[in-house]
């Protein structure tokens, strides 16, 4: 049983920062793979916002590129998202993903 529970949303101000986290369960630690990071707002259509593969490489959307940096701790199968810089269009809910499973989601204000 595969399972994504994201944890780290919350209200900050303009400018402030938020780390993201992804606790990853039911995954070997063998193959290959890739995570990543999506978000959506009321009315907006699902963006992804960062990916990365079992080899470290990464890609971020372009909305997020230079504020935002993904990284992932194998070995606890966590997935984090480092945001900063934040202004009030990165207000969504963020979802953690791998494959076809996604979290449950962890709300971002900022205002």
């Known amino acids: 049983h595969v399972q994504l529970v994201e944890s780290g949303g919350g209200t900050v101000k303009p400018g402030g920062s938020l780390r993201l986290s992804c606790q990853a369960s039911?995954?070997?630690?063998?193959?290959?793979?890739?995570m990543g990071w999506f978000r959506q707002a009321p009315g907006k259509e699902r963006e992804g916002v960062a990916g990365?593969?079992?080899?470290?490489?990464?890609t971020y959307g372009d909305s997020v590129k230079g504020r935002f940096t993904i990284s992932k701790d194998k070995d606890e199968n966590m997935l984090y998202l480092q945001m900063n810089s934040l202004i009030t269009e990165d207000t969504a809910m963020y979802y953690c993903s791998r494959g076809d499973t996604r979290g449950q989601g962890t709300q971002v204000t900022v205002s």
């Open positions: 990365i593969d079992s080899y470290g490489d990464t």
């Open positions: 039911g995954y070997g630690t063998s193959g290959s793979y890739c």
